[in-house]
């Protein structure tokens, strides 16, 4: 099996199912059908999925992020969609624009942890780089708890391009980094915007960088320089939703 084709755990695995997601199979740990197992299998059944009860062993062993909770779904690899797509998404909900660039985020958990709060912030869609970056993995759809199937991510072979695109198409694009020139509750972020956030070390990559319209920095009162690259992604995520709620 590859990496894109597991999803674990029991809320991840319902959501799936809500999303009607393709589903080949379901793997349930003997002795697991209790709680929300159960609305898994009877939705299941519904859709005439295939259900098999394994020992909790051959789940372990099968089992990539090491937290499946006694379920792993077997599906069709995730679709990335194109840029045009999320602009169209936009568009249809009569919205702003509002997209997460990612520039080499690696960490599996970072980026499943932004595709949450994308889904809960009201991102319309995720852009992330072909080369030197996290996909969406099982580890990935277990750390987005169901979000995965609700927030479109795009895969691009130059984020420098599509920032260009995004700006032709009347983005505001910016940047986190410690070197912004205003914090990013000063800068205005109502209109359509594009945040780009940068990798858990490097931060983001300097050509990317220079395409940004704004640098926008995260106060740091104490010793250490930098977040985590998912917890700084939430700040600005949640300010764009705040303002956007202010100015309604």
């Known amino acids: 099996m590859t990496q894109s ?51 909790r062993q051959k789940l372990d062993q099968i089992s990539e992020s090491h937290a499946h909770q006694g379920i792993i779904a077997f599906v069709a690899a995730y679709r990335y969609v194109e840029v045009d797509e999320i ?18 985020i690696t960490d599996p958990h970072n980026l499943g942890s932004i595709l949450r709060t994308a889904n809960a912030a009201g991102v319309h869609g ?60 000063e800068q205005d972020l109502t209109g359509n915007v594009a945040l780009v956030i940068g990798s858990e070390g490097q931060g983001i990559g300097r050509l990317i960088k220079e395409k940004c319209d704004f640098i926008v920095r995260i106060p740091m009162k104490g010793q250490l320089s930098s977040l985590n690259a998912s917890v700084a992604a939430s700040l600005l995520m949640y300010e764009v939703m705040r303002q956007r709620d202010r100015r309604k």
């Not at 695995?13 to 740990?29: C, S, W």
């Not at 032709?168 to 070197?179: C, F, N, T, Y």
């Open 126 to 185: 995720v852009i992330i780089p072909k080369r030197r970056a996290v996909g969406l993995t099982a580890v990935v759809a277990k750390t987005s708890a169901g979000a995965i199937e609700y927030v479109p991510v795009a895969k691009v072979s130059n984020i420098s391009q599509t920032i260009e695109y995004l700006k032709e198409k009347g983005l505001w694009v910016v940047g986190a980094d410690m070197d912004g020139q205003s914090t990013y509750y």
């Open 5 to 55: 084709d597991k999803i674990e755990g029991r809320n991840p695995v319902l959501e799936a199912l809500k999303a009607e997601r393709e589903i080949d199979k379901i793997f349930i740990a003997k002795g697991a059908e209790q709680g929300s197992v159960q609305k898994i299998v009877g939705v299941a059944k519904d859709r005439g999925i295939p259900i098999q009860y394994v020992e």
């Open 87 to 104: 602009l169209e998404s936009a568009a249809r909900k009569e919205e702003s624009p509002f997209i997460v660039i990612l520039d080499e």
